[in-house]
């Protein structure tokens, strides 16, 4: 699959493409014209992401696709009208607990959202406790694997190194570095990146991976250090893992030292939504793996992309997993029947099978992660604006 320029083809679909969006996606989940019941009792649905710090913007565009959605549904999940409590997640992980806890007091009956890795695991435990399903809507550690109330709708944390690394083991020369920022979603990434070339048998090509402090909005030298080492090590390429605020200043900080952006490889989230408003054309040649973009063919993405640039611009990654979890809440809260509560919604999130999403189709598996593409981007042109566009496949993983 090739870049092309969409902007063209997406004013062609106009209004047309929202029509097939409401068609598709909307109150019956399985695309049948048969009417379904509607409900007045109302669902009270959590939304706790980012509303300060440098992840905030991630979180904007979680809640950006998640009411996207709505608006093909006249606003309900299951046939019931759905009442919004949204709380900030925060820049920590006692901040996301906090915003957990004034959730259950509101008596949500499921939670969709957390940016953050180590927020993730910090509201784990509660969310088990309390048995209320929760649909995590960006990357999520490894290691939180079988926990029975927690759904993603992004992926696992080592995916983007994996689906990457086996491209970088395969299809570049000579060595590569690593530098990472020093949390759940660095370290995991780089265990999927390690994996990869374990298997490719080219382990020898990675170099010591280069850690940085935790810090969602580093100051303008705070990547010195680091970049001074991948210096020294001559490396053909270079990975990295950053995101939100840390991904901007990370990239403006490695082309301040004079270092090539097209030997610069990353996940997705490096290039993303506002970080690549931002960077602007410097980020031009970058590349990352990812498992959408806004380009991708196929009926549901043309239209949710003709909608949600009317309404936001620029779709992304976020986007689509706050999408896609309001229509998985959609299809399991319409399997309860009519009477749905926590636990019968987390039981039927386990029963209802294909997803049509504007990244295609996908469905969970056995550890409530999708299985889904993955592509590699290139940061380039498209027409008048800059865009990650895709240069091939990257295999299916999940």
Same mark, same amino acid.
């Given at each position: 699959?090739?870049? @092309?320029?969409?902007?063209?083809?997406?004013?062609?679909?106009?209004?047309a493409?929202?029509?097939?969006?409401?068609?598709a996606?909307?109150?019956?989940?399985?695309?049948?014209?048969?009417?379904?019941?509607?409900?007045?009792?109302?669902?009270? %649905?959590?939304?706790?992401?980012?509303?300060?710090?440098?992840?905030?913007?991630?979180?904007?565009?979680?809640?950006?696709? !998640?009411?996207?959605?709505?608006?093909?549904?006249?606003?309900?999940?299951?046939?019931?009208?759905?009442?919004?409590? =949204?709380?900030? =997640?925060?820049?920590?992980p006692?901040?996301?607990?906090?915003?957990?806890?004034?959730?259950l007091?509101?008596?949500?009956?499921?939670?969709?959202?957390?940016?953050?890795?180590?927020?993730?695991?910090?509201?784990?435990?509660?969310?088990? $406790?309390?048995?209320?399903?929760? %649909?995590?809507?960006?990357a999520?550690?490894?290691d939180?694997?079988?926990?029975?109330? %927690?759904?993603?709708?992004?992926?696992?944390?080592?995916?983007?190194?994996?689906?990457?690394?086996?491209?970088?083991?395969?299809?570049?020369?000579?060595?590569?570095?690593?530098?990472?920022?020093?949390?759940?979603?660095? #370290?995991?990434?780089?265990?999927?990146?390690?994996?990869? !070339?374990?298997?490719?048998?080219?382990?020898?090509?990675?170099?010591?991976?280069?850690?940085?402090?935790? $810090? #969602?909005?580093?100051?303008p030298?705070?990547?010195?250090?680091?970049?001074?080492q991948?210096?020294?090590?001559?490396?053909?390429?270079? @990975?990295?893992?950053?995101?939100?605020?840390?991904?901007?200043? !990370?990239?403006?900080?490695?082309?301040?030292?004079?270092?090539?952006?097209?030997?610069?490889?990353?996940?997705?989230?490096?290039?993303?939504?506002?970080?690549?408003?931002?960077?602007?054309?410097?980020?031009?040649?970058?590349?990352?793996?990812?498992?959408?973009?806004?380009?991708?063919?196929?009926?549901?993405?043309?239209?949710?992309?003709?909608?949600?640039?009317?309404? @936001?611009?620029?779709?992304?990654?976020?986007?689509?997993a706050?999408?896609?979890?309001?229509?998985?809440?959609?299809?399991?809260?319409?399997?309860?029947?009519?009477?749905?509560?926590?636990?019968?919604?987390?039981?039927?999130?386990? $029963?209802?099978?294909?997803?049509?999403?504007?990244?295609?189709?996908?469905?969970?598996?056995?550890?409530?992660?999708?299985?889904?593409?993955?592509?590699?981007?290139?940061?380039?042109?498209?027409?008048?604006?800059?865009?990650?566009?895709?240069?091939?496949?990257?295999?299916?993983?999940?």
């Amino acid at each position: 699959m090739v870049g @092309f320029d969409r902007r063209t083809a997406l004013k062609l679909l106009g209004a047309a493409g929202v029509a097939g969006l409401a068609s598709a996606c909307g109150p019956d989940p399985s695309g049948s014209e048969t009417a379904l019941p509607l409900y007045d009792s109302h669902v009270r %649905i959590g939304l706790l992401v980012p509303g300060t710090g440098g992840y905030k913007p991630i979180g904007d565009e979680i809640l950006n696709g !998640f009411r996207r959605y709505l608006r093909t549904t006249g606003n309900r999940l299951g046939g019931h009208p759905v009442v919004e409590e =949204e709380a900030d =997640e925060g820049d920590s992980p006692e901040t996301a607990q906090e915003g957990l806890a004034r959730l259950l007091d509101r008596e949500v009956l499921a939670v969709v959202g957390v940016a953050s890795s180590a927020a993730m695991m910090a509201v784990s435990s509660t969310v088990e $406790e309390a048995h209320l399903p929760l %649909i995590g809507a960006n990357a999520s550690p490894r290691d939180l694997q079988g926990v029975p109330f %927690i759904w993603r709708t992004s992926y696992l944390n080592p995916e983007p190194g994996l689906a990457l690394g086996r491209h970088l083991a395969a299809d570049t020369t000579g060595r590569v570095a690593i530098v990472a920022q020093d949390d759940l979603t660095g #370290s995991d990434a780089v265990a999927g990146l390690r994996e990869a !070339f374990a298997t490719a048998q080219a382990t020898a090509r990675l170099a010591e991976p280069v850690y940085t402090p935790n $810090e #969602s909005q580093p100051g303008p030298d705070a990547f010195a250090g680091a970049l001074a080492q991948v210096r020294s090590l001559g490396a053909g390429v270079v @990975f990295c893992v950053y995101a939100g605020a840390a991904a901007v200043e !990370f990239v403006r900080q490695y082309l301040d030292a004079g270092l090539d952006p097209t030997r610069l490889y990353a996940p997705g989230y490096l290039t993303e939504g506002e970080a690549l408003d931002e960077l602007g054309e410097s980020a031009l040649g970058i590349r990352t793996a990812a498992n959408y973009a806004a380009e991708l063919r196929g009926a549901a993405n043309r239209s949710f992309a003709v909608a949600y640039r009317t309404e @936001f611009g620029t779709p992304t990654m976020y986007a689509v997993a706050g999408y896609d979890a309001a229509a998985a809440l959609d299809a399991a809260i319409r399997l309860t029947g009519g009477d749905p509560d926590p636990r019968q919604i987390n039981l039927m999130l386990g $029963e209802i099978g294909l997803i049509d999403s504007p990244r295609g189709r996908w469905q969970f598996n056995q550890i409530r992660t999708p299985t889904q593409k993955w592509y590699l981007r290139e940061v380039g042109r498209d027409g008048p604006v800059l865009a990650n566009l895709v240069l091939k496949e990257l295999g299916t993983l999940g």
